[in-house]
């Protein structure tokens, strides 16, 4: 399900890859409430691909400040790591990592999942490097030819060829200035802003990407792997129908299925970010088909009579938001009167023989009488059920309508306050939405 790690972990910025049997997640890690984006540590999650939903962690990779364990690796700075990539070259695995305001640097390990030792800054004569040779975001490819790229920038694309021999070396006379078309002339929405992420499928080189506008995952191709790079859409946007916020993340190969990798926001705020996955399908002539946000990750399908976490919601809409209490409690919180809390998408099988099943919800009361009303499908489909929440925190349970096959579910919220007095509780906190389960 969607977040696709254990929902206490913040990893957003996921570069995705494939070694081996298992599939590696590299990303920032965040902390939960904090009001700055990424740590000062990087950590790495992997799960077999014959079963992506068995995600254990690998512990701390790198980091820029000691800890009780494990010493600072970057003599240089203290200061936050962001965004990593890691690519495997002749049977080692080279980390790539940009640190805010400072030079990035390269960790080589024998293994995937580390431990990483630095292997140095990147190495280039003046004026064969981009980006102040900060090198922000960069992503690398390395080609079937055994040729290296290295993709960043923070507004501006660049791209550099990197020597395969040492895998720090900045290759004179390999910087390509605006790998995208930026011209003021292109609209927003596609011109490219940060999070370089290189692939190549097939004989067409991809640059996923997030663009100067809104909250999307952007795609362009080349058949080259210095560019110029086209923009052909979107793949994914975590603002529809959800607080949205910056996006980072690529396309992997799963076990001959593709997916794009994202992060959403949590805590009311555009920090606290949780990896996210959607499958999505690449077209004969390349283009990728925007995907819905849903609560799947890998499933194809949700449980509705497990327990779930409120959290998973894929829509919150009318300023309701996900907050974390404690390494157990994250519920949806500030629920107002006609919020709306969606899930996508469930399975209820096919049983035919029942006209009505059975909805339980763990809510914290907050002292306001409201009501919940639940549809199927779409927040405007068939409402096949409501209730009243009471003051007071409880196990709220109500009769509804019984569904077969697959559904989307939808919560909306009313007030149960008529006339002037409704005035004072427009923005009043009606409940807290913990878990709920379906049962017969």
């Known amino acids: 399900m969607n977040p696709i790690l254990p929902l206490w972990e913040y990893i957003p910025d996921g570069e995705p890859r494939v070694f081996g049997d298992r599939i590696y997640l590299y990303g920032s890690h965040d902390r939960p409430g904090c009001a700055e984006f990424c740590d000062y540590k990087l950590k790495v999650w992997s799960a077999p691909v014959t079963n992506p939903g068995e995600w254990i962690c690998h512990g701390t990779s790198f980091q820029t400040r000691d800890t009780i364990n494990h010493k600072a690796q970057a003599p240089w700075t203290d200061r936050e790591l962001y965004a990593p990539d890691c690519v495997e070259k002749d049977g080692k695995y080279y980390l790539y990592m940009y640190i805010v305001g400072s030079k990035g640097c390269i960790a080589v390990s024998d293994h995937p999942e580390g431990p990483f030792e630095l292997l140095g800054t990147y190495q280039y004569t003046a004026g064969n490097e981009g980006d102040d040779g900060i090198f922000n975001d960069i992503g690398v490819l390395v080609d079937d030819d055994g040729r290296v790229y290295g993709y960043y920038g923070f507004e501006k694309s660049f791209m550099n060829e990197l020597n395969p021999d040492n895998m720090v070396e900045v ?187 059975h909805l339980a919800l763990k809510i914290r009361g907050l002292g306001v009488r409201s009501t919940l009303r639940v549809f199927a499908d779409s927040e405007e489909g068939e409402e096949i059920g409501h209730m009243e929440i009471g003051l007071g925190d409880g196990d709220y349970r109500m009769t509804v309508k019984a569904l077969t096959g697959r559904h989307a579910i939808f919560f909306k919220t009313e007030l149960n306050i008529e006339g002037w007095m409704a005035d004072q509780f427009i923005y009043k906190n009606l409940f807290e939405l913990e878990s709920f389960v379906f049962y017969k």
């Open 171 to 357: 290759l004179d006379g390999s910087l390509k200035v605006r790998v995208m078309d930026e011209r003021e002339e292109v609209p927003e929405e596609q011109r490219f802003f940060e999070a370089s992420s290189p692939r190549k499928v097939g004989d067409t080189y991809y640059l996923i990407y997030s663009p100067r506008r809104g909250s999307r995952l952007a795609y362009a191709t080349s058949k080259s792997p210095t560019g110029p790079f086209a923009y052909r859409g979107y793949i994914v946007d975590n603002g529809v129908d959800y607080p949205g916020g910056n996006n980072h993340g690529s396309i992997m190969n799963v076990n001959g299925k593709w997916y794009v990798f994202y992060h959403r926001m949590t805590n009311n705020s555009i920090m606290s970010r949780r990896a996210c996955v959607e499958k999505i399908e690449i077209l004969p002539d390349g283009t990728i088909p925007p995907v819905e946000m849903t609560s799947l990750g890998f499933e194809e399908s949700l449980n509705p009579y497990q327990v779930i976490p409120a959290e998973i919601a894929c829509v919150l809409k009318g300023g309701c938001y996900i907050t974390e209490k404690d390494m157990f409690t994250r519920p949806i919180v500030n629920i107002t009167r006609n919020n709306v809390i969606g899930y996508k998408y469930f399975d209820f099988g096919e049983d035919f023989g029942s006209s009505f099943m």
